[in-house]
């Protein structure tokens, strides 16, 4: 047949290309670790962006090779990216938060040969180095001298033409560490960003427009910082950058700066109602406020709704690019009454074009849109995960092709999903996970411990916090405080559960392994002491 579209291959740097022709001016403000601030635009970010690809080259590094980063966000770790990404490198986001040996397994896994670095993050580096088998270069983001990001970018020109190749060449690699063993990495296509950047922009899920001031909480390291880094380039917005998170730093730039959008976990918002209790201020100017990575408390979507900001709950995994669902106002939403109206967000919203949701049973039946019928739930879509980066495994969907998120949901008849549990065994703490199984494992080493079991618990500043369940051997009378100072020679201190409770017995499945369904429901409405 005569006639036919152009082959306009999705690749990543198209995007910033956009942003410096079609909005070069507008601002990309960073506010520094130290408190200083720095400024630049989208011209900006494309010009040092094509002098960091220059520079990575000069160092000999080469399409698909990784480059990773350990940083929070500023306009410099948006270059990284945009620089990276577009002469054909892999970007990796690595987490600060991992533990030193799931860093060292990351960092050779992922076989990163640079490293790009925040100063405060310095004490990780120098712990590691010796570890990282890979990494052949070391640069530091707000650093002095000749390994500074300013001076290995001073010393290019910025004249550079992005490397071209196929839209389902990878660009993104980050790691997701959850039950147990070691994390797994996602790699993301070019193709599989830019899908998911351009569903970002629309009414339902982010809202974008070149009208739109954001302010990202969400750091980039987590799940591709929600695809933010891409989609406000797209859309030509202002970006507001903050390498440091505290309720009064955030409030002060979001009015300052009038930010109209911002997104972060839960955990986020309980910082800055702290902040609007203790001083009377209040950020004055947000329209849309997104809440994900954990489910968003009634309370805290009751009062950023009464500040005037739409919530947007939004429910999705580093595994789902990370956009599953939004929850954006529907078709009736003004004839619904206020309590109707935070009724509907508490759920997780509805799937944007491009992403398809099921739930089965434990036959893999596929279940009714019914509002009741609670099932796994299973995803796919063009920006979902097929198979975790060098995974012998291969490919981690079901026979017909979803993927299956682990969480346990209902979908409603008008399209909304709810997350009624969580079949896999994590608890997630202010964002990052804690694994039960290795907690349970921990306490099982102490002498005394029979058994134990650790489970989520809700907590109004970290979301969940882990209850220890405890079964003593005969004729031991091991204390809480022996447990508590076995499992803190184990584990993180941030792992440390929160309460000790000595149980006779716990419940099991007919295969003998610990019944979780069965006490998350039993303790559902237990509370730490201390969380009031
Ligand atoms: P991560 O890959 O670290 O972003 O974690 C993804 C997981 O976080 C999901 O599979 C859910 O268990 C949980 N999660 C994310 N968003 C929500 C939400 N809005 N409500 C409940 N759980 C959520």
């Not at 070691?182 to 974008?208: C, W």
């Not at 509002?371 to 012998?392: E, H, V």
């Amino acid at each position: 047949m005569l006639g036919a579209m152009q082959d306009f291959e999705l690749r990543v740097p198209r995007v910033i290309e956009h942003a410096e022709r079609e909005y070069g001016s507008r601002e990309i403000i960073s506010r520094w670790a130290d408190g200083s601030e720095t400024v630049t635009d989208w011209a900006g970010i494309a010009r040092d962006s094509r002098k960091l690809a220059q520079a990575l080259e000069r160092r000999g590094i080469r399409k698909g090779d990784r480059v990773a980063t350990l940083a929070m966000n500023h306009s410099r770790h948006l270059v990284a990216w945009h620089g990276t990404i577009g002469m054909g490198g892999i970007v990796h986001t690595i987490n600060p938060r991992l533990f030193e040996d799931q860093l060292a397994y990351i960092g050779n896994h992922a076989e990163d040969r640079v490293l790009i670095y925040d100063r405060m993050f310095q004490p990780i580096v120098d712990k590691l180095k010796p570890q990282w088998k890979t990494i052949e270069h070391y640069i530091v983001f707000d650093g002095d001298g000749p390994d500074s990001f300013e001076a290995v970018i001073g010393a290019e020109d910025g004249n550079y033409t992005w490397v071209e190749g196929d839209e389902r060449e990878p660009c993104m690699l980050c790691y997701t560490s959850g039950t147990t063993g070691n994390p797994k990495g996602v790699l993301y296509t070019h193709r599989s960003s830019m899908i998911h950047a351009m569903a970002e922009l629309q009414p339902a899920v982010f809202d974008l427009s070149t009208q739109s001031v954001v302010l990202p909480v969400v750091p980039m390291f987590h799940a591709v910082g929600w695809g933010l880094p891409f989609a406000a380039p797209m859309a030509g917005v202002k970006l507001v950058m903050s390498a440091v998170n505290d309720g009064k730093t955030l409030c002060d730039l979001m009015n300052r700066e009038r930010v109209t959008h911002t997104a972060g976990v839960p955990t986020v918002w309980f910082a800055m109602f702290q902040h609007m209790d203790a001083t009377g201020e209040a950020p004055q100017h947000l329209k849309v406020v997104t809440i994900g990575g954990s489910a968003a408390p009634r309370a805290m979507i009751e009062r950023i709704m009464k500040m005037g900001a739409r919530v947007n709950h939004a429910w999705g995994m580093t595994e789902t690019s990370p956009i599953g669902t939004m929850g954006a106002p529907t078709h009736d939403w003004d004839e619904l009454s206020f309590e109707q109206k935070v009724e509907k967000t508490v759920f997780q919203g509805r799937a944007p074009f491009g992403v398809e949701l099921r739930t089965v049973d434990e036959d893999g039946t596929i279940l009714p849109r019914d509002g009741i019928s609670s099932g796994r739930l299973q995803i796919r879509g063009p920006w979902i995960i097929k198979q975790y980066f060098q995974d012998a495994n291969g490919p981690c969907l079901t026979a017909d092709g979803w993927f299956d998120t682990g969480d346990v949901a209902v979908l409603h008849p008008d399209g909304i999903m709810q997350i009624t549990d969580r079949a896999k065994d994590v608890i997630k703490s202010g964002g990052e996970w804690i694994s039960s199984v290795e907690l349970e494992n921990a306490a099982v080493g102490c002498p005394g411990v029979a058994e134990a079991a650790a489970i989520g618990i809700y907590h109004p500043k970290w979301d969940e916090r882990p209850l220890l369940l405890v079964v003593r051997k005969p004729g031991s009378d091991v204390t809480a405080m022996q447990v508590q100072q076995h499992l803190a020679t184990q584990v993180a201190k941030w792992w440390l559960p929160d309460e000790i409770r000595f149980v006779e017995s716990l419940p099991h499945t007919a295969t003998g392994k610990l019944l979780k369904t069965a006490l998350r429901e039993q303790y559902r409405d237990f509370r730490f002491a201390a969380a009031g």
